[in-house]
């Protein structure tokens, strides 16, 4: 079986982490296939959903002594040239002393026209490879869908797509969260 030489001119994570530490604060970037990606101011309806996320998953990950963070980056121990930085993420256990997840249980990612292609894509191979994801949500702001990735028994994997109508299940909070509180405050 042959494997793709890795590019020399990507960039690891470790490196990525000295070069993005002395960029300015008001810069965010991430790490993409090796290559730092500036993200772009988002939209005042992309951040309400992220809002609309943070407070309906924040009450249900508080019960687990889990928390919910936006604006952090997820990093993962078999590819060493990623480090996205997803709208929202659900982690368990200590604080941690960085910026930097390796443990997320929980990965959104609302998509925004210029990054949809990303998102949707390689994020989307990154996020699975992550051993301690459990749940992987796509939200669309321009119409009110989600479509949720679930890790099932071993390697499977669980999609399903869901309207205004429908409920996120979450047994790793013992609940559910109506797709409404999503994109509760936005028309259609």
Known sequence: MAVAAKRDDRMSVPDYRAWVAGRPDDERWELLD???VLMSPPTERHQTIVSNLIRRLGDLADVRGCRVVPGIAVVGRDMDDFAPIPDVVVRCGPMLPDGYASDPILVAEVLSPST???DRGRKTDFYRAVESLQVFLIVYQDEPRVKV???QEGDARRK???GLDGAIELPEFGS????ATVFAGLSF
């Open 176 to 179: 559910a969260s109506p797709v």
């Open 149 to 151: 990735w679930r890790r």
């Open 160 to 162: 399903q797509a869901l």
């Open 116 to 118: 949809m292609s990303a």
């Open 34 to 36: 090796g290559e730092p």
